[in-house]
């Protein structure tokens, strides 16, 4: 059986792609310091968090996902020492759900660990991400409820207080872990090695990618996406969005474009100050362990001012999407060129 296992949940948008991609990366060499982390890859942990929220059709993703879960476990619960489970969805699994996966951890020590940034900030990469992935709705209309019918993108992953609620009653307050993101100007590995400390991990002996690993896009680019999003018709599978949405548009193309970052209307920062006030104040009064500022999980008295997705010209729209098309073309005439049609058989 594990002797400790690190259950780390998400929050969505808070750096977790990037810890994920120094553990991944690192298999071996956790391996070698007597950690598990079990599975071929990080999909099978994005399955095991959709099956822990009894999500259902996971055979749609892939023939092997259900019943990924349940194999994660069983390997963990052979493993003789330390363990790692990550995927940022697992935040939105229900107290019950929660429950029930530690429970089937026992008798190992479970540390819940929670990466967090301050709420408007999830609120508005959230949005993005959502976009990135497909989504349609303008940020406006992003009013508590989930977007698009997806359980992942709304404030059940991204509220830090319902997430507390859910999942910090399952073990005792000393093992939840909550890192906010560290402040802009911090050494650019510091996420990494505030992870590490809690994992128990030497930061210094692993890699850590000085680049994000999912990078922003700017307002105009983001509201292009998501007005283009409703043409895509034929891309609606998981595998087509993450591939050709997010990854050849969103990350292949238009984050090379400058722009700035979005800011939400005065209701949603509101809403986001309320919210985050009261994660603040859940952390302070059951005692949870903190890596980090805990004050910087507000929202800021003062906000610099930033465009909203719905102020954005059409002039701005236009110029993105011409730039976008002219890259484009010359993807396909790249590709044109490194295939060339065969005439042999003409």
């Known amino acids: 059986?594990?002797?400790?296992?690190?259950?780390?949940?998400?929050?969505?948008?808070?750096?977790?792609?990037?810890l994920q991609s120094v553990l991944w990366d690192a298999k071996t060499e956790l391996?070698?310091?007597?950690?598990?982390?079990?599975g071929r890859g990080h999909r099978e942990?994005?399955?095991?968090?959709?099956?822990l929220q009894e999500r259902p059709n996971l055979e749609r993703r892939h023939p092997k996902a259900p019943g990924t879960l349940a194999r994660l476990v069983r390997a963990v619960n052979r493993h003789q020492g330390p363990a790692i489970l990550t995927h940022e969805f697992m935040c939105g699994a229900g107290r019950g759900q929660a429950g029930r996966l530690v429970e089937s951890l026992a008798p190992a020590e479970v540390h819940v660990v929670i990466t967090a940034r301050d709420t408007l900030g999830m609120l508005?990469?959230?949005?993005?991400?959502?976009?990135?992935n497909g989504g349609t709705k303008p940020l406006a209309q992003m009013r508590g409820e989930r977007l698009g019918g997806q359980g992942e993108f709304g404030w059940r992953t991204w509220d830090l207080a319902g997430v507390l609620r859910r999942w910090a009653r399952q073990v005792p307050p000393e093992?939840?872990?909550?890192?906010?993101?560290?402040?802009?100007?911090?050494?650019?590995?510091?996420?990494?090695?505030?992870?590490?400390?809690?994992?128990?991990l030497d930061p210094d002996r692993y890699a850590a990618p000085e680049e994000p690993s999912n990078p922003a896009l700017g307002v105009?680019?983001?509201?292009?996406?998501?007005?283009?999003?409703?043409?895509?018709?034929?891309?609606?599978?998981?595998?087509?969005?993450?591939?050709?949405?997010?990854?050849?548009?969103?990350?292949?193309?238009?984050?090379?474009?400058?722009?700035?970052r979005l800011g939400a209307d005065e209701a949603q920062v509101a809403e986001c100050r309320e919210r985050a006030d009261r994660a603040v104040g859940i952390i302070s009064r059951r005692g949870y362990h903190v890596v980090g500022d805990v004050e910087s999980l507000r929202v800021p008295p003062e906000l610099p001012p930033r465009p909203h997705p719905?102020?954005?010209?059409?002039?701005?729209?236009?110029?993105?999407?011409?730039?976008?098309?002219?890259?484009?073309?010359?993807?396909?005439?790249?590709?044109?060129?490194?295939?060339p049609p065969d005439m042999t058989s003409a």
Do not use: C
């Not at 391996?31 to 079990?38: F, K, R, S, T, V």
């Open 220 to 260: 105009v680019q983001i509201e292009l996406l998501r007005r283009i999003n409703p043409h895509l018709t034929a891309f609606r599978k998981p595998v087509d969005r993450g591939t050709w949405i997010r990854g050849y548009l969103a990350e292949g193309h238009l984050v090379r474009q400058e722009g700035e």
């Open 310 to 339: 719905d102020n954005v010209s059409n002039a701005a729209l236009l110029e993105s999407a011409t730039t976008l098309v002219a890259e484009m073309l010359a993807d396909v005439r790249r590709i044109a060129r490194d295939n």
């Open 45 to 51: 942990h994005l399955w095991a968090a959709l099956e």
């Open 175 to 200: 093992r939840v872990h909550v890192l906010p993101m560290p402040p802009a100007g911090a050494p650019r590995d510091q996420h990494w090695r505030n992870f590490a400390g809690v994992l128990g």
């Open 31 to 38: 391996a070698g310091d007597g950690y598990l982390l079990p």
């Open 124 to 132: 508005t990469a959230g949005w993005a991400e959502y976009v990135k």
């Open 1 to 18: 059986m594990a002797s400790q296992v690190f259950l780390h949940i998400g929050l969505p948008k808070t750096g977790t792609t990037y």
